[in-house]
């Protein structure tokens, strides 16, 4: 019975200090905060969108909802705004046939147009081996954004504005805000160079098959030199995406496609094929980077990826 009792007190006194242990490393994770991996400042957060319970909403207020609305996670990669600007116009009704699409909308409340400009980061985490750090953001201007405020069923006010026409990527490769600039030193030789995610160039191009640091194919875009200049890509295998940074260098078609194929030559992509999607053409100023977005196979099925190459398609 005494060693019973013993064991007991033995088992007791191990289970807290596991309680312990396993509390503290939560702790030290939360204490992290949402900005940490990503090398960020936090995102703001809104203590009150409940103001003004009645009568106007003011432009300030526009602006720090806004704000909180916007900065936030979104999948694995984290947003932030910057230089924000907001007007305000005067109050509307409810419209169904316009506001069919509000979350959660409080239809007694009237809706604010609102209008004005913000820069807008795209932030991913930093790699396990930091090499992303300081330049894991890309900046999308929207100078002339336009959007409304509204109050849902809880009370609190939402708002969003975005730039349908003349929004742009203006910069990749930066730090977030409150983040470390890198300076831009330092790759010094070829060996380095090719190690980054971008397109090697003539001197250091590598064969079919050749895997990045990714451990995914390096993409052959040999079907777009004529018309653009790769910037960059990246793969993004949870949403199952690569995306490819690129400016137009001339006036280009459409029938561009990229082909998956395993190291037989099978084709690995579900439909056979995966289009190019955001593609510039011709009504794009040449010289303006775009991002482009294509599907890629299953995060399982890019592990037998064996090339990734960009063709013409013919009808």
């Not at 018309?227 to 995306?243: M, S």
Request: aromatic content about 10%; some cysteine.
């Amino acid at each position: 019975m005494k060693n019973q009792n013993n064991q007991h007190r033995q088992f007791v006194l191990l289970a807290g200090i596991a309680a312990l242990f396993i509390f503290g490393a939560l702790n030290s994770t939360f204490a992290q905060g949402i900005g940490a991996p990503y090398g960020a400042r936090e995102p703001r957060v809104c203590k009150d969108k409940k103001q003004p319970r009645t009568g106007a909403l003011t432009a300030a207020q526009a602006k720090e909802y806004l704000i909180c609305d916007a900065e936030k996670v979104f999948g694995v990669d984290l947003g932030f705004v910057e230089d924000v600007t907001v007007e305000v116009g005067k109050p509307r009704p409810y419209n169904i046939k316009e506001d069919f699409n509000y979350n959660d909308i409080d239809t007694k409340f009237p809706i604010y147009p609102i209008r004005g400009s913000y820069k807008s980061y795209n932030c991913q985490p930093i790699n396990g081996d930091g090499r992303n750090r300081g330049k894991n953001c890309s900046i999308y201007d929207n100078p002339n954004a336009k959007g409304s405020c509204y109050k849902n069923s809880f009370g609190d006010w939402t708002c969003a504005m975005t730039d349908a026409y003349t929004g742009k990527f203006i910069a990749t490769d930066v730090p977030p805000p409150g983040g470390v600039v890198v300076p831009a030193a330092a790759v010094t030789d070829k060996k380095d160079a090719r190690n980054n995610n971008e397109r090697p160039t003539a001197e250091t191009k590598t064969e079919t098959g050749a895997k990045d640091d990714s451990g995914y194919p390096k993409p052959d875009f040999t079907a777009l030199e004529k018309w653009f200049e790769i910037v960059r890509y990246e793969y993004a295998p949870d949403e199952r995406k690569l995306y490819i940074y690129l400016k137009s260098k001339a006036v280009c078609p459409y029938d561009f496609k990229i082909e998956f194929r395993d190291k037989d030559g099978r084709m690995l992509q579900d439909t056979t094929v995966s289009w190019l999607t955001h593609l510039p053409g011709s009504t794009d100023p040449l010289g303006e980077l775009k991002k482009v977005e294509v599907n890629t196979p299953s995060e399982k099925d890019m592990a037998k990826v064996a090339s990734a190459k960009i063709v013409r398609f013919v009808q």
